[in-house]
Nanobody
């Protein structure tokens, strides 16, 4: 299984970025997908998730209303659209695939596969 993120970079506060994750080696449409992030000196935290069964989405309170997660089961990709970015959004962002057929989870331990991460830096 391979997950490859792209789309990170440097952006000013208030700006937007779109992160993308390309998955291979798994039955993508049957896995819940998530985005997590880790800032320097902090634990990895859940950002957004999307279910495999109905495409429903869920978000951390800190990003609700600003970030949007989506998936394309034909292309095996999951995207994270981040708007109104704040300096506190600065982190390495990771794409993750949950267990086959599993329900939603905000816990990193429930995700089996991880990408290498992409840096997002928001300047004030």
């Amino acid at each position: 299984v391979q997950l490859v993120e792209s789309g990170g970079g440097l952006v000013q506060a208030g700006g937007s970025l779109r992160l993308s994750c390309a998955a291979s080696g798994l039955t993508f449409r049957m896995h819940p997908m998530g985005w997590f992030r880790q800032a320097p000196g902090k634990d990895r935290e859940f950002v957004a998730g999307i279910n495999w069964s109905d495409g429903s989405t869920y978000y951390a309170d800190s990003v609700k209303g600003r970030f949007t997660i989506s998936r394309d089961n034909d292309k095996n990709t999951v995207d994270l659209r981040a708007n109104s970015l704040k300096p506190e959004d600065t982190a390495v962002y990771y794409c993750a695939a949950g267990q086959y057929g599993a329900g939603q989870s905000v816990r990193s331990i429930q995700y089996d596969f991880w990408g290498q991460g992409t840096q997002v830096t928001v300047s004030s």
